[in-house]
């Protein structure tokens, strides 16, 4: 042990990890292609431990990122090599809930869906709803600015959070935000949100809760062409219509999630749309004739309509198990999430379509179809030679399609160290370097999660099959 | 007094490289904002307009930072479209980027959220006279730094803002107020507390002192009358209904802050909890509280330093508006190094009005 660890120990005497096989489920995420060997972790407890472990790693220069569940696609929390990872999973309590005020104040480490169920005795909940909420930490929905199914009507995490007390780059704490959802001033907590950890870690979170809608009006339409669900889409928002949400499953997705869960979706369908009001009841039931009319005349051959919420739960946990499902079809898949204007969707989907021929490789379609949040699969074999970088390159040129259409190269993944080298084809050399300024205003050393989202940086770590599964000791079903 | 009128964004470029001191202004609806002092240019951005890309099926519209809400709004209400922020000063020749430079949302704003909710590009010119784009164009993106949402509120002080991409949505088909009074304050803000929480979507749920509620209903003319009906249920009494075009007159005035009278215009940010001592405080100004208790406009007639003490007292922040003052900014700013480490990222030179912190 060097000097500067045995330091570390005496900071974290019950939370410091660092002997191999204590560090081997933090080398990696959910972007699972990726893996680095940190060269400890650390498990502060609180705010002022972590702190400490930010000051720490200032003084001896060593790079670290924060983490929760590491649930990112996008190698968002992937350590650095011979850094540190700074765990929040301890860091994992509600401080205060206020249902009269309607906010909630967490630590990083608290679970996305228990804020939910924290709050529903009051009738409140919190909208970001990304599918990994289950298990998603708070702390990293707001380094990575996370989505959902329901963004087009609510708005993503930022939309979210009120405020936030930070640990800075230089170990100083920092309060941004205000419990108002007004401010005055530069809206600084705006830039915080979404900056994927390089600009500080956040340890107390305060966010606003919403009550819960009076009533739902769920609908499953099926279409034989994956074109008809997209104009349908059009026709809804062309009729008026605000839907809490609008998901496509093309039939690969819908093949797996029924394998997955069952929900009961109609197998043979080439595209399910799901459409979601939401709101008083006069005014869903209201809305509800008139989504009928719009779905009726769209070419859908089966129409269900969710009759009570254990139907409307069924309908939903396909749709949400869709990601994890895609790995019963294939041993690995990337995960992608450009966005596209919603009129270039059909365009977008046939392109992907045509790309997915020309590689070889499978890839299922599952999209936040309301706000045009794309989420091509990418199927592929991580032990065949050469499968993955050819998975890489079709995900490559789906994200430049992306952009090219006039979207993002990501919806609410983030970018992480997945999307960094496409950076550029999204924002100019300028755009980037009045980020990196900022970047090293706060972080001169740029310590904090390194080589994640700007072009260039550190090496990309080294990827393939796992070490264990390389020597046989693990198996992939 | 020395103004410049850019044209283009490269105009805007070499402006700032070219003078040590500047102040971005749009419409002059909001003069404690946009009064150059002693050693500044004034960039007018007025002729810096016009919509560059709107398409009514992406719910996304881009334009100019100089172009006046009212042409944005005629472009938009003409698709059935608005912004859902509901930004003041329409009729007095706003422009979207001072309504985003000052950070301002109207009482419509407590249905979707406020200008932070909406915006989703910018395009500006940083201290450097570098033109920088950060955001996108469609309704959802997570890419890069979030410097649209920096630019709220931010008074010119980090760029001079030359274009910019807001997500709109269809306005409500049909819309409904309820005013309703109550025998005290604390029955109000009860009342307010309750409807907060409750499922009713409210387009406005706005307190106006002393004692009365405000509420605007939307969506499907069909299910109104039931919503109206479900509300005053709701609410245990009956309230004066105000329909169709006297309706939208009645919002058109609120939303533009027309009643005010007199005095500095001003803006407060604060929750629902600090009402009551407020309402001790603030005597006889005019004023408003809208969406729910979380943004108070009001005229104060007295000297500005009494306004001060009593928000930083009850640790509120505030924003003059109109009325001429050194500084806008009153009350609570407990900016600390964060914001100036960002500030000094894009303007290392210190060209852009600043408002620091006077304590």
């Known amino acids: 042990m060097t000097p500067a660890l045995r330091e570390l120990e005496i900071l974290f005497p019950k939370g410091l990890l660092h002997r191999p096989g204590e560090l081997a489920p933090y080398e990696s995420d959910a972007l699972t292609a990726f893996r680095a060997r940190p060269l400890a972790v650390v498990l502060p407890e609180s705010h002022e431990e972590v702190v400490a472990a930010v000051r720490w790693c200032q003084k001896h220069r060593i790079p670290y990122v924060a983490r929760g569940s590491g649930t990112s696609l996008s190698g968002g929390s992937l350590p650095v090599e011979g850094g540190i990872v700074i765990a929040l999973n301890r860091m994992n309590r509600l401080l205060r809930l206020d249902p009269k005020e309607r906010t909630a104040v967490v630590q990083p480490g608290f679970i996305n869906l228990q804020v939910s169920l924290a709050a529903a005795p009051y009738g409140l909940y919190y909208a970001p709803d990304p599918s990994s909420q289950p298990v998603s930490t708070i702390g990293g929905n707001l380094a990575f600015n996370s989505g959902g199914a329901h963004c087009l009507k609510y708005g993503m995490t930022s939309n979210h959070v009120l405020g936030a007390k930070v640990v800075l780059p230089d170990g100083e704490t920092a309060s941004l935000g205000s419990e108002s959802l007004e401010g005055v001033g530069p809206d600084w907590l705006g830039l915080f949100v979404g900056s994927e950890g390089l600009l500080g870690i956040a340890t107390e979170v305060t966010l606003r809760l919403l009550p819960k809608p009076e009533a739902y009006h769920t609908v499953l ?127 977008a ?63 609410e993944h983030g970018v992480g160290m997945e999307k960094r080298a496409y950076m550029p084809e999204m924002f100019s050399p300028t755009d980037l370097e009045a980020m990196r300024r900022i970047r090293q205003a706060l972080d001169p050393l740029e310590l904090s999660n390194r080589g994640k989202m700007f072009p260039g940086g550190e090496p990309r770590p080294p990827s393939g099959p796992h070490p264990l599964e390389r020597a046989g000791v693990i198996v992939r079903e | ?156 002080r980090l760029g001079v803002l030359t274009e910019l991409a807001f997500k709109v949505f269809p306005y409500p088909k049909a819309t409904a107020t309820l005013k309703v009074a109550f025998p005290n304050l604390g029955e109000a803000l009860e009342a307010l507390y309750r409807l907060a929480a409750s499922p009713i979507e409210l387009y406005a749920l706005d307190l106006v002192p002393p004692n009365s509620l405000v509420l605007r209903l939307g969506g499907l003319p069909e299910a109104l009358p039931a919503r109206l009906e479900r509300l005053e249920g709701f609410l245990g009494r009956r309230g004066e209904r105000l ?17 005010f009278g007199e005095g500095y215009l001003v803006k407060v940010a604060l929750t629902p909890r600090h009402i009551p001592a407020l309402e ?80």
């Open chain 1, 349 to 411: 989907l046939a392109e992907i379509e045509r790309l997915s021929e020309r590689y070889g490789l499978r890839v299922a379609n599952v999209f936040h179809a309301g706000d045009g949040n794309l989420h091509p699969l990418i199927l592929y074999n991580g032990r065949v030679p050469g499968e993955l970088e050819r998975a890489e390159e079709l995900a490559g040129e789906i994200l430049r399609l992306c952009v090219a259409l006039g979207g993002s190269i990501t919806g």
């Open chain 2, 280 to 359: 001790a405080r603030l005597g006889a100004a005019p004023r408003r509280y809208m969406s729910a208790g979380h943004l108070l406009y009001l005229a104060w007639s007295g000297p500005v330093e009494a306004l001060d003490e009593a928000l930083r007292a009850e640790g509120l922040p505030g924003l003059i508006l109109r009325g001429v003052v050194a500084n806008p900014r009153i009350g609570l700013n407990s900016e600390g190094t964060f914001g100036l480490k960002v500030t000094a990222a894009l303007d290392p030179e210190g060209r852009f009005e600043r408002y620091a912190a006077p304590n």
């Open chain 1, 221 to 347: 339409a099926a279409y034989d062409t994956l074109e008809k669900a997209g104009e349908a889409v059009a026709a809804v928002v062309a009729s008026g219509i605000l839907p809490g949400a609008m998901e496509i499953m093309d039939s690969l997705a819908i093949e797996a999630a029924e394998a997955a869960v069952g929900a009961g979706y109609p197998r043979e369908a080439r595209a399910l749309l799901i459409v979601e009001l939401e709101g008083e009841a006069p005014e869903v039931e209201a809305e509800a004739h008139h989504l009928e009319q719009v779905i009726r005349s769209s070419g859908a051959y089966e129409v269900r309509v969710a009759q009570s919420e254990a139907e409307r739960m069924k309908i939903w946990k396909g749709r949400k198990a869709a990601f994890s499902a895609v790995g019963r079809l294939s041993p690995d898949y990337i995960v992608q999430d450009g966005v596209v204007p919603r009129s270039k969707l059909g365009q």
């Open chain 2, 1 to 156: 007094m020395n103004s410049l009128r850019p044209t283009h964004p490269k105009e805007v470029q070499e402006a700032v490289r070219s003078h040590p001191r500047l102040l971005p202004r749009g419409g002059g609806s909001k003069p404690a904002l946009s009064s150059p002092k002693e050693g500044q240019v004034a960039l007018e951005l007025t002729g810096l307009s016009g919509v560059l890309e709107y398409n009514p099926g992406e719910y996304v519209v881009v334009a100019r930072a100089g172009t006046a809400l009212a042409e944005l709004e005629a472009l938009l209400r003409a698709h059935g479209q608005y912004l859902p922020f509901d930004p003041p000063f329409v009729g007095q020749g706003a422009t979207l980027g001072g309504t985003v430079a000052a950070g301002l949302s109207g009482p419509m704003r407590n249905r979707y959220g406020g200008v932070r909710d909406f915006i989703l590009g910018v395009e500006f010119v940083d201290g450097l006279g570098n033109l920088v784009r950060g955001g996108g164009k469609v309704v959802k993106n997570a890419a890069g730094f979030d410097l649209p949402k920096l630019m709220v509120g931010s008074l010119g």
């Open chain 2, 243 to 259: 329909q169709e075009e006297a309706e939208k007159a009645y919002w058109e005035g609120v939303r533009d802050l027309r009643d």
